[in-house]
């Protein structure tokens, strides 16, 4: 027999809106705290300095994390020219200074150049894995660490405002593994000069917004009567982009044990196998037939 998990049985979402000074397992460990849910995880890291949007998934809510983790990001940012950091934000070293600091023209010029599909190398410091070790690990022990390129897309990129002669704030909507340090650094690379970031605020994942967001002290104030809590979004949240598939009692036990069904005039493609109103998995269609592939135990 299987150990039995401590605490309480939640599924759905959470929209934390983060504070800086705390990591996203932090977070999670918080919402744990004040909720007493089984289980909780997030979707998609902000680093510590980071403030904004932390979806934060309990009980079975977990398993569609993946489907929410590859969704659009909105971030603002503020960006300092003529210095650069080992960790192209506030929290590193300043390894590099310029004294050029580029005019609000030239900023608004060079931004094309990174919108669309652009090719970026992620921060040495960061949670990428190189030879089953994380890049930021080996960072920190000083070895030198050779970052893989990769390929993301920025589907708008803004000048918002100069704040003054060395900041500047921009807005960004982009897909995931995008590295805002990195477009940050290679945009003052662009320019001629060097920098890091001084703010970061995630906006939006996909379907959660920093308008909903709420903070964990305001969690913790509500949820001390969970029965008239509000701000627990539905499992399925993450899944807005998957069609849901309402199928017969007798499919749905088949369903819940993992086994295959029949769904008539539904295309190849993923689908959310719904009893009324329960989600019961994430299936995959092919040829007529739903094959489970997470399944949901609520």
């Not at 904004?52 to 603002?76: F, M, Q």
Request: charged share 25%.
């Amino acid at each position: 027999m299987g150990r039995k998990r401590r605490g309480i049985p939640i599924h759905g979402w959470l929209n934390i809106d983060k504070d800086a000074g705390l990591s996203s397992a932090a977070v999670v460990g918080a919402v744990r705290r004040i909720t007493k849910a089984q289980k909780a995880g997030h979707a998609g890291t902000l680093d510590p300095f980071a403030t904004g949007v932390l979806p934060i998934a309990l009980g079975e809510a977990t398993k569609t994390v993946p489907y929410l983790v590859a969704d659009e990001k909105e971030y603002g940012f503020t960006a300092r020219f003529g210095e650069a950091t080992n960790t192209d934000d506030i929290e590193g070293e300043i390894c590099e200074t310029s004294d050029h600091r580029p005019s609000d023209s030239d900023i608004e010029a060079i931004l094309p150049k990174f919108t669309g599909v652009i090719t970026q190398i992620p921060p040495a410091y960061s949670a990428i894995k190189i030879n089953g070790q994380r890049a930021y690990k080996l960072a920190r022990e000083g070895e030198e660490v050779e970052m893989p390129e990769r390929q993301v897309t920025i589907h708008d990129l803004r000048f918002e405002e100069r704040v003054d002669e060395t900041h500047a704030r921009f807005y960004v909507r982009c897909s995931k593994g995008t590295y805002i340090r990195a477009l940050a650094r290679d945009i003052a690379i662009a320019l001629g000069t060097v920098a890091h970031l001084t703010q970061l605020r995630r906006l939006s994942v996909g379907p959660f917004s920093e308008k909903s967001a709420i903070s964990l002290d305001k969690l913790e104030q509500l949820w001390q009567c969970p029965a008239d809590f509000e701000d627990l979004l539905p499992l399925t949240t993450a899944l807005d982009d998957i069609p849901a598939v309402a199928i017969s009692e007798t499919q749905a036990i088949r369903v819940r044990h993992g086994n295959d069904v029949a769904v008539s005039n539904h295309a190849d493609g993923m689908v959310c196998a719904m009893d009324g109103e329960v989600p019961l998995a994430i299936c995959k269609v092919e040829n007529g037939i739903a094959f489970p592939v997470r399944v949901f135990n609520i």
